[in-house]
């Protein structure tokens, strides 16, 4: 509404004004009480449960300043989705007042995520004597814990895990002054009145020497001389040890996690451009509130040990989210490993009790604080990819955010999400609410997880699913788990159109589109693996228009472990007995035992399992260069050959090497002989391994172009996790860009399985809206 120019002096005007969006939980209240207080207007402000409801009158001029900074000048944490500004009769109010909340019916999301420390907050945890000097729980509005510690809405102190701890007079003044940084931050805590710390040895006794103030100088001097600590920290536990490499050693050898690389966390943007090249996009993603763990490109010379990223150029990076790891960094030390504690396929642990129980063997030192956890929530990992943003996990600092898929469902809509690295997602009208990460399902524990956190969220809404998409995988218990669930509808969505869908939805796309979708492993229509797919259509419905040709996964479980036995299986599609032959060369004598079976597996086609994968493929090529035989985590044959690639700046190989596009298939096996052929002419492996990565973005661009003739195509969305690979996202992206193609890239969630979640939630909710019957899968069965 625009106001009248040339209004009388004197003459009042008053507005009531509905403002959604992040508005609770981050200053919100106070910044606009100092604002009308400046301008000496009146009225009042206060929180709902769908937003924030404001008052203001006065004269035009000022009441029109104070509009244009409200929204020019938000609190760093606050974001404005929605604002109506309604004219009505002033009231004559005689001041501006905050005046307190009242629940309302229609929830939106409103729980803020966890935000890292302010600089004024850590400025304090240094400064003696403020009361706050040293204290890890301090914070304010601007800061601190809110998505793990709220219960329920509307958000107050009584509905977090900060409701046992009674402020004392100090806080609570603080808390009430409306021009004080703390007022109304909710988790406010002082060293008198909030929660501590305690330090434990293995039987949960505390230890002496560590009580009081002195757990930080404890601590810093454990870790100087190798002791592994357990730290209870925002989200759930880590593990943290010092860089040396024998220290490293045990800690791999406790956790039984031998090559998977380990997260750092350094004590400021100094100490990380000590051991990193830092790009002024992935500065600006370590200092962010969320303060993700960003992948970062070692230095040379790093003095990073390689037992922390063993064979990898990058490393994950954070800087102290909370005060806690603020001082923990504070001591002779800048940097430390910290990693997720979580035993193997288990959510990551939050309570004490379940830290000294799963964690007896591994930590020597348990830094525990009795300020619960409600929900957990593991790190963020990111890493800036063509320029931008590339989410690995979607976790803390993000959720609960919302994603607005470019459409309104009129339901409420849940995905159920993939069986690794899930994430779920709940989608009603613009927003898509995706999960923390929920990580490996098919545990009693994992299941648990998910059914809290569904339950936390479907509660905080107020939003009952109504339709369900879920996976059709027939061994995903989380899909046994959402077929269980009470719902008018549900819906069957293939493994690799929620991924295209899940990149459509994300970029706001309603029309169709190409899908080059590479990944690991998803069900395929015809109960083969797919994992390389060419789609076209769009949220309702997709056609597959190419496709790897399938190759034998030998032993199937035992091909994705083992990456020489799909690299055997390939050689023999290429080149029959004189392949085997060849594979026999390479790996019969180093895994004898096993070569026997192997071969009568893969002539006789035993035990086998038809595979488009992706991910095999990169397996494959991995091991046939001699880089990784065993899998000893998801990708890591696939990582570890990509990171050949980022030691330099990306420049095309030589030229690609052969494949084949017929019918409906492309086949790479002619890739396998002529690296062969490469490697007997010694070519360096980094050289076969660009020539191989040109080649896959050759294939895909072609088949696009392909695909875009025949259906009139222009656009070309890219999911799957094989994307997280910089070079073929790189290669692939400038050849779409050549051909014209609009490319939709996944920058709001993770391209692979944890962003899965989102596209099945948008197919079910559009295959409801048209009427179409079943599911995907029955739609679809083919021979
Ligand atoms: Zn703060
Ligand atoms: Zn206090
Ligand atoms: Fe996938």
């Not at 009129?410 to 779920?424: I, Q």
């Not at 790897?548 to 690299?567: C, D, I, K, N, S």
């Not at 493929?617 to 570890?640: I, K, T």
């Not at 052969?658 to 002419?681: C, G, H, N, Q, Y």
Request: aromatic fraction near 10%; charged fraction near 20%; proline fraction near 7%.
């Amino acid at each position: 509404m625009v106001p009248v120019a040339g209004r009388a002096e004197g003459e009042k005007v008053s507005y009531e004004v509905k403002i959604k969006g992040i508005v609770q939980g981050v200053g919100f209240r106070p910044f606009l009480y100092r604002l009308a207080r400046q301008y000496n207007l009146s009225g009042w402000v206060r929180n709902g449960s769908d937003g924030v409801l404001l008052v203001v009158e006065g004269d035009n001029a000022p009441v029109e300043a104070f509009f244009r900074r409200l929204t020019g000048e938000l609190p760093r944490q606050a974001s404005i989705r929605y604002l109506k500004k309604k004219k009505v009769p002033p009231s004559g109010f005689a001041s501006f007042e905050i005046i307190l909340s009242e629940g309302q019916a229609d929830r939106e999301p409103l729980i803020p995520p966890d935000l890292a420390a302010c600089p004024e907050c850590m400025q304090e945890v240094l400064s003696f004597p403020d009361r706050h000097y040293r204290y890890p729980f301090t914070n304010c509005t601007q800061c601190g814990p809110r998505f793990t510690i709220i219960h329920d809405l509307p958000y107050d102190r009584s509905r977090t895990t900060m409701a046992a701890f009674a402020p004392c007079l100090h806080c609570a003044s603080e808390y009430r002054n409306p021009v004080d940084r703390r007022f109304h931050a909710q988790p406010v805590a002082c060293p008198s009145c909030g929660p501590s710390i305690t330090v434990t040895g293995p039987e949960g006794r505390p230890v002496t020497a560590a009580s009081g103030d002195a757990w930080l100088p404890f601590f810093w001097e454990q870790m100087e001389s190798g002791q592994i600590f357990a730290v209870k920290g925002l989200g759930g536990f880590h593990l943290a040890c010092n860089l040396d490499q024998e220290v490293i050693a045990r800690l791999r050898e406790r956790k039984s996690r031998p090559w998977k690389p380990l997260a750092v966390m350094c004590r400021d943007m100094e100490a990380v451009r000590r051991y990193c090249r830092v790009s002024k996009r992935e500065a600006e993603l370590l200092l962010s509130p969320a303060a993700p763990i960003v992948l970062l490109n070692l230095k040379r010379k790093s003095g990073i040990p390689p037992g922390v990223n063993p064979n990898l150029a990058s490393l994950g990076v954070m800087l102290p989210y909370t005060p806690l790891h603020f001082l923990l960094l504070q001591g002779p030390f800048d940097c430390m490993v910290l990693t997720s504690a979580n035993p193997a396929d288990l959510p990551v642990i939050k309570d004490n009790g379940e830290a000294l129980e799963e964690l007896r063997g591994v930590a020597d030192y348990f830094l525990l604080h009795n300020r619960d956890i409600h929900q957990r929530c593991d790190d963020s990992v990111v890493k800036a990819a063509a320029g931008k943003t590339q989410f690995i996990r979607r976790s803390r600092g993000y959720v609960p955010g919302t994603v607005d898929p470019g459409f309104s469902a009129g339901t409420v809509v849940l995905g159920s999400g993939a069986e690794m690295k899930n994430t779920f997602c709940l989608l009603y009208r613009n927003q898509a609410l995706l999960s923390q990460h929920q990580g490996e399902m098919g545990t009693l524990e994992a299941e648990k997880f998910y059914r809290d956190s569904l339950g936390h969220f479907t509660g905080f809404l107020g939003w009952r699913p109504e339709i369900i998409g879920y996976d059709p995988h027939p061994s995903y218990t989380v899909s046994a788990l959402a077929r269980s669930l009470p719902a008018r509808e549900k819906y069957a969505v293939q493994h690799h159109h929620a991924h295209f869908a899940s990149c459509l939805a994300e970029n706001r796309f309603r029309g169709e589109a190409i899908g080059l979708i590479l990944d690991g492993t998803g069900y395929g229509l015809d109960g083969n693996i797919w994992g390389f797919e060419v789609l076209a259509g769009n949220f309702q419905d997709f056609t597959r228009e190419y496709h790897q040709r399938y190759v034998p996964l030998p032993g199937g479980e035992a091909a994705v472990r083992h990456p020489w036995r799909t690299a055997a299986s390939y050689l023999y599609q290429s080149l029959g007995e004189e392949g085997l032959a060849r594979a026999e060369e390479l790996f019969g004598r180093r895994f004898s035992r096993e070569w026997d079976i192997l071969r009568r597996e893969i002539v006789q086609q035993r035990h086998s399992v038809p595979a488009s994968s992706c991910g095999r493929l990169f397996d494959a090529v991995s091991s046939l260069l001699g880089l990784c035989q065993e899998n000893s985590y998801e990708g890591q044959a696939a990582v570890e050959l990509s990171a050949l690639l980022e030691k330099e700046p990306f420049r095309a190989g030589p030229e690609a090497y052969p494949f084949v596009m017929e019918k409906d298939w492309i086949d790479f096996s002619p890739v396998f002989p002529a690296i062969l052929d490469d490697l007997k002419r010694k070519t360096a492996a980094d050289r076969a391994a660009r020539r191989f990565h040109d080649t896959v973005a050759e294939a895909l661009v072609e088949a696009a172009a392909r695909v875009a003739a025949r259906r009139g195509l222009s656009t070309v969305a890219l999911s799957g996790g094989a994307w997280h690979n910089p070079y073929l996202l790189h290669r692939t992206c400038l050849g779409l860009r050549q051909k014209s193609f609009k490319v939709l890239l996944h920058r709001l969630v993770p391209p692979g399985d944890g962003g899965l979640s989102l596209g099945q939630a948008a197919v079910a909710y559009w295959r409801w809206k048209g009427n179409v019957p079943g599911s995907t899968h029955e739609n679809h069965s083919q021979g």
